[in-house]
């Protein structure tokens, strides 16, 4: 079995809800909706993500024959259930926010329209892919915020990711956030995302000098030569790569950027700029790593740090100030009739819906949550992309999903854009939904 596209990498609750529907033969249209309750704190948005890796996972859902015999094996389902997921295919609609869409808590990232059990199944699944990449989207936008024009950033966090999917996944959702690139190798192949690499403390380590280090590096690496100058001493480092600079000089090979990993890194970024431009290297770029987030990179840029990039690494990938969002999947209609939960605290709004964006300029100044049936002014944010299991549009490119979020970011207002979270961003329910609510509350069974 392959665990990553498995039709068994699910919570136990869908296939005894499924074997449920099934022999009660609820086959009916339901509408589902994942959403995002609530803001983690000193966040003022969320960048959609994931919505790829949904479309990819419902192309391909279908069941193996070796699942199809752990089934059987287990015991707990029927004969139904199994000849079910035996001949499944996912043939439903999904609307959704395009990745890399700014969107707030409440609002629709992807909509999901289907026989019930089909749009039941996936819902696990749904909430893994969409979630996670949301969650890394929206860190790393918040990152290229603080970095502005000022430096770039390069993703460092796959070994510290919580697994390989997080390191990959992790990959992609800081690139289309704005970052230049990734150390993880496999990005580059899956996706066509720029790779980026320097060397560990332990290759400067198994030599017999500094100096050799660095040649050795250089010559086995010439078109990627970036050294890593705080092994023993950082301000000695830096004038080590001047001599070294000077060897390879004739050799034409040249050194592209000194990496700093550990210390007072603003204070030593000033004196190693120093001693590279009095050693005639002022084209050799300072590259920092050890611990960063949007804080730190905002807070070195802020006071002068000549640094040109930042390799953001385990607070990135793991989304160390916010790692998890509060989300849900949820029935919002089914047979033509709405439905909502009233759960204090996890209350649902009714109905399948749409989100209109109003703006003044190129600045966005108010959501509105309606009715997908409705017209109204502004922009419409959610948009079909699957008919009937089949895509509506081609895959689009990694390079246009980062284009297109990079867009979005400059449509914030100017203090999101500073990472300020107050005054919050207006998201307004309208008189229709509110309405609606209204009826299906009503009619509840009591």
Not at 19 to 44: C, T, W
Not at 218 to 238: K, Q, R, S, W
Not at 253 to 274: E, F, H, N, P
């Amino acid at each position: 079995m392959n665990a990553l596209t498995s039709i068994l990498l699910t919570d136990l609750y869908q296939l005894t809800m499924l074997q449920g529907y099934l022999e009660k033969g609820m086959h009916d249209r339901a509408v589902f909706e994942f959403s995002i309750r609530n803001l983690p704190d000193r966040r003022g948005f969320f960048v959609a993500a994931g919505l790829e890796s949904v479309l990819n996972f419902l192309e391909h859902l279908h069941l193996t024959g070796e699942e199809r015999d752990y089934l059987i094996d287990s015991g707990r389902f029927s004969r139904r259930l199994i000849d079910y997921l035996e001949g499944f295919t996912f043939t439903g609609d999904v609307d959704a926010l395009p990745e890399g869409t700014i969107c707030f808590p409440g609002e629709p990232i992807i909509r999901i329209s289907a026989p019930l059990p089909e749009a039941q199944l996936i819902e696990s699944r749904l909430i893994n892919l969409i979630h996670f990449q949301t969650l890394i989207a929206s860190k790393a936008a918040r990152c290229t915020l603080a970095a502005g024009n000022r430096a770039h950033l390069i993703d460092f966090g796959l070994r510290r990711a919580h697994g390989a999917e997080a390191g990959i996944f992790a990959a992609r959702s800081s690139y289309i956030a704005g970052f230049a690139g990734t150390a993880t190798v496999m990005a580059e192949p899956l996706y066509g995302i720029p790779i980026f690499g320097t060397m560990a403390h332990s290759f400067i380590e198994a030599q017999e000098s500094e100096t050799e280090a660095f040649i050795t590096f250089a010559e086995t690496n010439p078109g990627n030569v970036t050294l890593l100058i705080d092994t023993y001493d950082t301000c000695t480092g830096a004038k080590k790569v001047v001599e070294a600079a000077a060897l390879l000089s004739r050799k034409g090979i040249g050194v592209d950027t000194v990496r700093l990993d550990s210390g007072d890194l603003a204070g030593l970024s000033r004196q190693v700029r120093t001693i590279l431009d009095r050693g005639g290297l002022g084209d050799v770029r300072i590259f920092v790593s050890g611990n960063m987030d949007e804080y730190s990179i905002k807070d070195f840029l802020d006071r002068g740090a000549p640094i040109d990039g930042f390799g953001v690494g385990t607070k990135l990938d793991t989304s160390d100030d916010a790692p998890y969002f509060d989300c849900a999947y949820k029935l919002m209609e089914y047979a033509g009739i709405p439905r909502l939960k009233k759960s204090e605290g996890k209350a649902t709004l009714p109905g399948a819906k749409q989100v209109f964006r109003e703006f003044d300029g190129n600045t966005m100044v108010r959501d509105v949550l309606t009715l997908a049936s409705d017209v109204r002014a502004g922009s419409p944010l959610v948009k079909t992309c699957m008919e009937k299991g089949c895509r509506t549009e081609e895959k689009m490119k990694t390079e246009d999903v980062r284009s297109y979020t990079l867009n979005q970011l400059e449509t914030l207002p100017p203090h999101m854009m500073a990472l300020a979270t107050t005054p919050p961003y207006p998201v307004v329910i309208s008189e229709n939904l509110m309405a609606l609510r209204t009826r299906v509350e009503k009619n509840l069974p009591g």
